[in-house]
Structure formats: structure tokens, C-alpha cells
């Protein structure tokens, strides 16, 4: 059975950090790309990162970049965001997904191509 569980999410202040972790299970994680994506109240699912499964190519929401960072450990099915420099408007339920993609070098922050997600985790950053 195909799970993502995160874990990590809280309530931080502004300017503070947090690092997300998400444990799969029941597929291979190198054979596939993974991605972060949050939804804040009343707006839409965005992509904030995602990591292809070759290890070559990540990328990230222009507004988190240089504050974010994803990564991996494929050997214990783990994949991890670690933000920096909270925001209020960071505020949101962060998912983590996995997208198995016949092209191992690029990924894309598309969430309809990716097929297992996590249940979420609510990050609040506010004084």
C-alpha cells in the first residue's frame, strides 16, 4: 500500500524555521520525482518545490527560493523541505507528493502529475 506521512508542521514565528519530513512507503522513492505543494485558506494548491528523480534538476517557487530547500534520502524513503526565513504568508497545509516520470532529469510543479500524496501538515507563521 502506497503512504506518504509528513511531519514537522507547527506554529513558528516570522523569520524562524521549520524542516518538513515526509516518510513513503510502498514504492521505490528514487524511481520517482517528488514535490511539495501548500494550500492556504482560500487559495489555490500551489507548487512550492520539487526534486527529479535523477537528483539533477530541482525547482522552486520564485518566493521561496533562497529559503527553501528539498532533499532526499532515497535508502530510507525519506524527503524532507527545509524553510528558512518564515513568512506569514508561508502560512499554509503542506503536502508531499511523489510523480513516477519516464523523464528522469526534469520535474515540474504540476500537481495533477502527481499521483501519491500525503495527507498534510499545517505550518503557521505568525507573531
Known amino acids: 500500500q502506497v503512504k506518504l506521512v509528513e511531519s514537522g508542521g507547527g506554529l513558528v514565528q516570522p523569520g524562524g524555521s521549520l524542516r518538513l519530513s515526509c516518510a513513503a512507503s510502498?514504492?521505490?522513492?528514487?524511481?520517482?520525482?517528488i514535490g511539495w505543494f501548500r494550500q492556504a485558506p482560500g487559495k489555490e494548491r500551489e507548487g512550492v518545490s520539487c526534486?527529479?528523480?535523477?537528483?539533477?534538476?530541482?525547482n522552486y517557487l520564485n518566493s521561496v527560493k533562497g529559503r527553501f530547500t528539498i532533499s532526499r534520502d532515497n535508502a530510507k524513503s525519506m524527503m524532507y523541505l527545509q524553510m528558512t526565513d518564515l513568512k506569514p504568508e508561508d502560512t499554509a497545509v503542506y503536502y508531499c507528493?511523489?510523480?513516477?516520470?519516464?523523464?528522469?532529469?526534469?520535474?515540474?510543479?504540476?500537481?495533477?502529475?502527481?499521483?501519491?500524496w500525503g495527507q498534510g501538515t499545517q505550518v503557521t507563521v505568525s507573531s
Open positions: 507528493t511523489a510523480h513516477r516520470s519516464p523523464y528522469p532529469g526534469i520535474c515540474a510543479l504540476i500537481s495533477e502529475r502527481y499521483e501519491y
Open positions: 510502498g514504492f521505490t522513492l528514487d524511481n520517482y520525482h
Open positions: 526534486d527529479s528523480r535523477s537528483g539533477i534538476k530541482t
